[in-house]
């Protein structure tokens, strides 16, 4: 059965982790992504890193093109009691923060990153597309009950369906696109899957990576779509979404660049959503 769906998922070795140099367009209108590292299980009382990245798909960003990134994000933790937000410090190749689980439970981990409105078309972004920048990861506390990790409140989100506990090599994991609580899918609405799994790189000069990565659409009924996990390791779930909704900032950014800018007042054609999810597959 897992060779039946490994055929269909028209799996191919990329170099999905290369830096993005074909543009200069800083705010990451393109190919850029937030993502978050975490423990998978944590302890109440027990203090835990959380680690928090900007890059194009695991390529971790640093520098003044990090640094700039430190005032449009926003981090919290979400638990059954609430939400709780988390302050950033920056590190050499992203930001780290801390959180202590207070109870048992699943802790969803969770980040916004406003970039803002581009003034000009930037490849295949119209001009007047707002960008927002989402990202994901999930903590299970010891002692937990709860069948399944709740959402987590994102305008975009990405949320596990199965397997119910940790995935592991050889399971089949589904994953649920959201757009502001309901379901979204269709051609527009494609999940990438990409990791650069468990392996130990080849000394061949033939071989340039071991990274893969396999994307499908999210079916337009019920978000979802099915992915065979063929390698342990870190997971990066990435989708895009744009909601062709104008709207008008009402924020507290007040913010312009040479490409993008965002202030209260300010007025926008469309929304361009991307979100990711962190997942560790074990052996």
């Known amino acids: 059965m897992i060779q039946k769906n490994m055929a269909r998922a028209r799996f191919c070795l990329v170099a999905i982790f290369a830096a993005v140099s074909s543009f200069s367009f800083t705010p990451a209108a393109v190919g850029h992504e937030v993502w978050i ?5 944590a302890t109440v009382g027990q203090e835990m890193d959380v680690w928090l990245y900007w890059g194009h798909a695991g390529n971790k960003e640093s520098g003044d093109r990090l640094a700039a990134q430190l005032s449009k994000l926003t981090a919290f933790a979400q638990t059954a009691g609430g939400r709780e937000v988390l302050e950033l410090e920056m590190a050499d190749d992203g930001f780290v923060t801390k959180f202590t689980p207070e109870t048992p439970g699943y802790v ?3 980040a916004e990153l406003q970039v803002g409105i581009v003034d000009r078309q930037v490849h295949s972004i119209p001009a007047y597309t707002r960008i927002v ?3 994901k990861t999930i903590t299970r506390v010891a002692g937990d009950v709860q069948a399944r990790p709740a959402p987590i409140g994102l305008d975009l989100e990405l949320v596990p369906v199965a397997p119910d506990a940790q995935p592991k090599v050889g399971d089949l994991m589904t994953v649920r696109v959201l757009h502001k609580g309901q379901p979204v899918g269709g051609r527009q609405v494609q999940i990438r899957a990409a990791t650069v799994g468990g392996r130990q790189t080849m000394d061949d000069p033939r071989v340039q990576n071991w990274e893969w990565s396999t994307e499908a659409m999210a079916d337009p009924r019920t978000g979802e779509a099915t992915f065979p996990l063929i390698v342990a390791g870190q997971h990066l779930f990435i989708v895009r979404y744009t909601d062709e909704t104008p709207g008008t900032y009402d924020g507290p950014r007040n913010d312009k660049s ?3 800018y965002l202030r209260p007042g300010d ?3 469309r929304t361009m959503h991307v979100s990711t999810l962190t997942v560790q597959v074990a052996e």
């Open 37 to 41: 590292e975490a423990d998978v299980s």
């Open 108 to 110: 969803g981990l969770g």
């Open 133 to 135: 920048m989402y990202g």
């Open 258 to 260: 040479d490409f993008s």
């Open 267 to 269: 007025t926008f054609e």
